[in-house]
């Protein structure tokens, strides 16, 4: 008897030990620059919103930072006047193009018109987390709102909540969406002089810390690279005004008592003048 409760207490203990994830394939868009007075900036973003919606199969689409080319509300809200056009959910990063406050254009200045502009959009904060499909997904803040400059900062209150929602969903494989990239592209350390991130190694100890961090989704050097670091998947992707105008698709293949697997696609749209 003593034998089959000792059987019956492993079999507990592996069934969760790891939440079983299903299949989920989303859209990442990333550094939009999006203008109201930039007919072609206009053009691309609906032209990539049509696309978009002509995919079957997506779960979400996340756009990760430097949504609006100048912080400025009226650019915010024409860009949320066309992207609420997708038919699936999206969610929105910050980036340094994005907020300053001396424009009246805070984080929360920033989302209260987000919220304003549609009412589906729920977020109040930009560092947030959401589920679906068994998998969890961290929106993580590293612009600043004072000093504008084309440098991230991750502020200590910022990573402490990072690390809190790794710990808390350690059973959960996270994926984690930023606009500033922990593993820099290669090819591009030219830039690293303006495009860096401030004390980038105190977030990658974060990262090192957990076991549960499949991938990181980043934009902001606007090219696309990938790697895989110490078991986490970092993927760049290009500005969508990049020529051809793309956007990227993230495919995650699950099968029970294996890793997932990540398959990416960059698709190209045609932008109608």
Known sequence: MKKFLLSLFMLFVLSVSAVYAENIKFVQITDAHFSSGSEYA???????????NSLEGISFVVFTGDNINTA????????????????YPYYIVLGNHDVYKSNDMSSTRY?????SENIRFRQKKPNYMFKKNGFVFLTVNGAKEIIPGASGYYKKDT????????????????IIFQHFPVVYPKGDEHRLKTHKTYKV??????????QNV???LSGHFHVNYES???????ISTPSLLNMPNSYKIIDIVTTPEFSPIIYTQLREFEVKN
């Not at 990573?159 to 959960?172: C, G, P, S, Y």
């Not at 190694?201 to 957990?210: C, G, Q, S």
């Not at 895989?228 to 970092?234: F, K, N, R, T």
């Open 42 to 52: 206009q053009n691309v973003l609906k032209a990539a919103v049509a696309d978009i």
């Open 111 to 115: 989302y209260e018109i987000l919220r």
């Open 201 to 210: 190694e105190e977030y990658r100890d974060i990262l090192a810390k957990h």
């Open 159 to 174: 990573l402490e909540w990072v690390d809190k929602m790794l710990t808390k969903n350690k059973r959960h494989e996270v």
């Open 228 to 234: 895989m670091q110490d078991g986490v998947y970092h």
């Open 214 to 216: 499949l991938a990181v």
């Open 72 to 87: 400025d509300s009226q650019n915010l809200k024409q860009f949320v006047r066309i992207v609420k056009k997708l038919k």
